[in-house]
């Protein structure tokens, strides 16, 4: 990745924004600066004017931050990103209704935009390093907006708790880092209540702390005690919960191609498999056609070993919140245990993989998957494990 290593040598030598920002519009993140020129936001709290102008006010303000410096290179390099793609996500999200630039949810779409373009654009993906780096920056922009919102939340330690947990997966993540951008995201804008969002970033910053959590996860006594917390379950974060669970079932989750079946065959040989392409292939069912059949089966199949408390594992891709959280729920319905394994390799590894199978998935078909890919957080199952194959 020589752009990254041209990225870190200008900010090991503390080179001057100048020089710096036009690095990065002469480089691979030019494009969406230039989109980000055409895209206008709401005067009242964007007086600045255009994305692109509020982008590098906001990616100044951060380069100039004293606490900035405190941190690698590396992380130096991940929040500067984190702030040039903070609001990449107006670019398709912006529209003008009764006569006001409205972008809604453009934090979430941002961080799909962003893992897309990191993933494809800038060779990050299949490594264990490559995936810190770039869900880190992916984490970054999906909740940049929360610190100066944090304490209007009806439980802000509990949500502060669960987006701390991406740390234990996203390795680089932190609150503190949240914070920070958040602050410059505040500086970088032209609007009379820049004072009082600054001051709640900074009161977030402070309830992060007391939740013991501004620097990396909570300490949780257990897995079992941390699912129940992060679930919302009505549960004291610091004791250990009696856990009464009877077994595991592994949910699987990742692009085609990237070796599900391979891996399920060397770790975890004796477990019974409920495979979707599986029984696709049994009742006829084309990958492009409708699912619903497929899905009922494979539910089906999976309540038989839930009421005989047989662990199994559950292949598909799985690659939403939604979709996993459907099958979460009936498995722990059944009092199982749920451990998600996310696998993931190198871009044209995966191809040649997915090229090579009987039934390859359409290229275009995968970019659409990749697109919408939300890596599992830590939060939604006991145990959550991301590796590159």
Not at 70 to 92: M, N
Not at 122 to 151: D, F, K, N, Q, W
Not at 295 to 312: D, G, N, Q, S
Request: aromatic share 8%.
């Amino acid at each position: 990745m020589e752009w990254m290593e041209k990225m870190g040598i200008l900010i090991s030598q503390e080179a001057d924004f100048e020089t710096v920002w036009g690095w990065l519009q002469q480089s691979v993140f030019g494009g969406l600066l230039t989109e980000m020129q055409d895209i206008m936001q709401n005067p009242e709290f964007h007086g600045e004017g255009n994305v692109y102008t509020h982008t590098g006010m906001v990616c100044e303000a951060l380069y100039g931050n004293e606490e900035f410096r405190l941190f690698s290179v590396r992380e130096q390099t991940e929040l500067l990103l984190a702030a040039l793609l903070h609001d990449v996500g107006k670019i398709r999200t912006t529209t003008l209704e009764d006569g006001r630039w409205v972008s809604p949810y453009h934090s979430a779409a941002g961080s799909r935009m962003a893992r897309t373009f990191l993933w494809q654009s800038c060779g990050l993906s299949g490594s264990a390093e490559a995936v810190r780096i770039r869900e880190t920056i992916c984490g970054l922009v999906r909740y940049h907006m929360l610190p100066a919102h944090m304490i209007d939340q009806e439980d802000a330690v509990l949500r502060i708790r669960q987006i701390a947990a991406l740390g234990e997966t996203a390795g680089d993540f932190t609150w503190q880092k949240l914070c920070v951008l958040a602050d410059a995201d505040m500086k970088g804008r032209i609007a009379a209540d820049v004072p009082e969002c600054r001051e709640k970033v900074a009161l977030c910053r402070i309830l992060a702390e007391e939740a013991g959590c501004l620097h990396g996860s909570f300490p949780y006594s257990d897995s079992h005690t941390k699912h129940a917390y992060l679930s919302g379950r009505n549960v004291m974060p610091d004791q250990s919960l009696y856990d009464d669970t009877w077994g595991e079932v592994i949910l699987m989750s990742g692009l085609p191609g990237t070796g599900k079946d391979t891996w399920i065959s060397q770790q975890v040989p004796e477990l019974q498999m409920i495979s979707l392409d599986g029984i696709r292939k049994e009742l006829h069912v084309s990958p492009a056609g409708d699912q619903g059949s497929v899905i009922r089966e494979a539910r089906e199949r999976a309540k038989v070993l839930l009421r005989r408390k047989e662990p199994f594992v559950w292949n598909a891709t799985n690659l939403s919140r939604d979709i996993r959280q459907k099958q979460i729920r009936l498995f722990e319905q059944y009092g199982a245990s749920v451990r998600i394994v996310y696998l993931e390799t190198e871009e044209a590894t995966r191809r040649m993989r997915n090229a090579a199978r009987a039934d390859a998935v359409p290229e275009a078909a995968v970019e659409k998957m990749l697109r919408k890919t939300e890596l599992p957080l830590p939060e939604e199952a006991h145990t959550v494990e991301w590796l590159s194959v």
